[in-house]
């Protein structure tokens, strides 16, 4: 049984960071690649970044570019996202994913976390 469990959200102002975490278990983690994503009301679950198993392959959504970074420990089987320069527009439920590819679209991961809830205030 694989479980991934998110931690790290909140509120936070206009330019504020966070960092999420998102502890796994139940896989040998670190074969795996690892996803964030997120999902605001009335929106579709959309990309936010994925790094692959040995942490050398990095993707980015266009709109998170620069201000967020992804990272992972496999001694910990545990994945980070550092989210600096918040704005409104990234209030979301955020996910962590785990899948066998490295790929962006939510159709390829197929073990999710609960989610984390992160607000942005203006």
């Known amino acids: 049984q694989v479980q991934l469990v998110e931690s790290g959200g909140g509120l936070v102002q206009a330019g504020g960071s966070l960092r999420l975490t998102c502890a796994a278990s139940?896989?040998?983690?670190?074969?795996?690649?690892m996803g964030w994503f997120r999902q605001a009301p009335g929106k579709e679950r959309e990309f936010v970044a994925t790094i692959a198993w040995d942490a050398i392959d990095r993707y980015y959504a266009e709109s998170v570019k620069g201000r967020f970074t992804i990272s992972r420990d496999n001694a910990k089987n545990t994945v980070y996202l550092q989210m600096n320069s918040l704005k409104p527009e990234d209030t979301a439920v955020y996910y962590c994913a785990t899948s066998r590819l490295l790929v962006t679209t939510p159709r390829g991961y197929d073990y999710w976390g609960q989610g984390t809830q992160v607000t942005v205030s203006s």
């Open positions: 139940g896989r040998t983690f670190n074969s795996y690649t």
